[in-house]
T-cell receptor, first 113, second 112 residues
Framework: QKEVEQNSGPLSVPEGAIASLNCTYS??????FFWYRQYSGKSPELIMF????GDKEDGRFTAQLNKASQYVSLLIRDSQPSDSATYLC?????????????FGKGTRLHILP | ETGVTQSPTHLIKTRGQQVTLRCSSQ?????VSWYQQALGQGPQFIFQ???????GRGNFPPRFSGLQFPNYSSELNVNALELDDSALYLC???????????FGPGTRLTVL
């Protein structure tokens, strides 16, 4: 069973619209969740993290977490061409002494000018 | 810029050779995690070092080994290189194990 599932896309969204990126995870023990943005040929960049159920907003980004459904999402409001990138969902997988972060394959987002 | 540096930027090796990749963590961070990212895939967890000790390992063979130094910089060593080892190798540092991770720019390894 895959630990982190994301739609690979590409997800095409018109400029100015809301982009919605979804992620499901398998480990019910996960408590921390991270979203990274990765431009082509570059390394991942941390853009959001969320620990509690509900919504967390930071500028144009909103992360949503539902631990009962094992679901986390990222909304990008007023999408800009510069938002075109791959977005990686990364839950923390708890261990006895080795908490580690596992990445999904990512969703490619394309903002249409 | 995250303050995490990696060297070299690019590397070309032939099958069967050995390679060492280096990572300097962000100031104050004691944990370094290494990832392998193949084209079109998400980063795959190789292992993590916390205060100079291996603190978790992903599904990678023993020919992938590592080291963390007292200044918390780290090395990734890969022996007996295979073609499938061609990938972007990323290191990420964090304040503590399981904390927010910040990535370096990566090392692009090509195995011919």
């Amino acid at each position: 069973q895959k630990e982190v599932e994301q739609n690979s896309g590409p997800l095409s969204v018109p400029e100015g619209a809301i982009a919605s990126l979804n992620c499901t995870y398998s480990d019910r023990g996960s408590q921390s969740f991270f979203w990274y943005r990765q431009y082509s040929g570059k390394s991942p960049e941390l853009i959001m993290f969320i620990y509690s159920n509900g919504d967390k907003e930071d500028g144009r980004f909103t992360a949503q977490l539902n631990k009962a459904s094992q679901y986390v999402s990222l909304l990008i409001r007023d999408s800009q061409p510069s938002d075109s990138a791959t977005y990686l969902c990364a839950p923390e997988i708890p261990g006895n002494r080795d908490d580690k972060i596992i990445f999904g394959k990512g969703t490619r987002l394309h903002i249409l000018p | 810029e995250t303050g995490v540096t990696q060297s070299p930027t690019h590397l070309i090796k032939t099958r069967g050779q050995q390679v060492t990749l280096r990572c300097s963590s962000q100031s104050g961070h004691n944990t370094v995690s290494w990832y392998q990212q193949a084209l079109g895939q998400g980063p795959q967890f190789i292992f993590q070092y916390y205060r100079e000790e291996e603190n978790g390992r992903g599904n990678f063979p023993p020919r992938f080994s590592g080291l963390q130094f007292p200044n918390y910089s780290s090395e990734l060593n890969v022996n007996a290189l295979e073609l499938d080892d061609s990938a972007l190798y990323l290191c990420a540092s964090s304040l503590e194990a399981g904390g927010l991770q910040y990535f370096g720019p990566g090392t692009r390894l090509t195995v011919l």
